[in-house]
Nanobody, 122 residues
Framework: QVQLVESGGGLGQAGGSLRLSCAASGRTFSCSRMGWVRQAPGKGREFVAAISWSGSSTYYADSVKGRFTISRDNAKNTGYLQMNSLKPEDTALYYC???????????????WGQGTQVTVSS
């Protein structure tokens, strides 16, 4: 089992930045691929970004490419999502996810956190 706890969400302004963190415990986090998935109000879940266990490979949704950066620190069992140039359409509940396979398909991830809310005002 892997337990994931997100933090860093809150209210941001359009054009601003926020940084999300994901603290992992349980099974060895460094062996897991991790990612971020979001769900906007009234919409389905959407893949945002993913990173390999070593951090050498990353995937991004087209909607966030060039604005968001995913990273991880295996020594701290923590993952991050740096969000720059925020847009109102980035407003969503952001989930940290991990799994054995790196994928842009959010259903591929076995473990999910509770989520952290990000709200971007225009």
């Amino acid at each position: 089992q892997v337990q994931l706890v997100e933090s860093g969400g809150g209210l941001g302004q359009a054009g601003g930045s926020l940084r999300l963190s994901c603290a992992a415990s349980g099974r060895t986090f460094s062996c897991s691929r991790m990612g971020w998935v979001r769900q906007a109000p009234g919409k389905g879940r959407e893949f945002v970004a993913a990173i390999s266990w070593s951090g050498s490979s990353t995937y991004y949704a087209d909607s966030v490419k060039g604005r968001f950066t995913i990273s991880r620190d295996n020594a701290k069992n923590t993952g991050y999502l740096q969000m720059n140039s925020l847009k109102p359409e980035d407003t969503a509940l952001y989930y940290c996810v991990t799994g054995v396979r790196m994928s842009t398909d959010y259903t591929a991830y076995n473990y999910w956190g509770q989520g952290t809310q990000v709200t971007v005002s225009s």
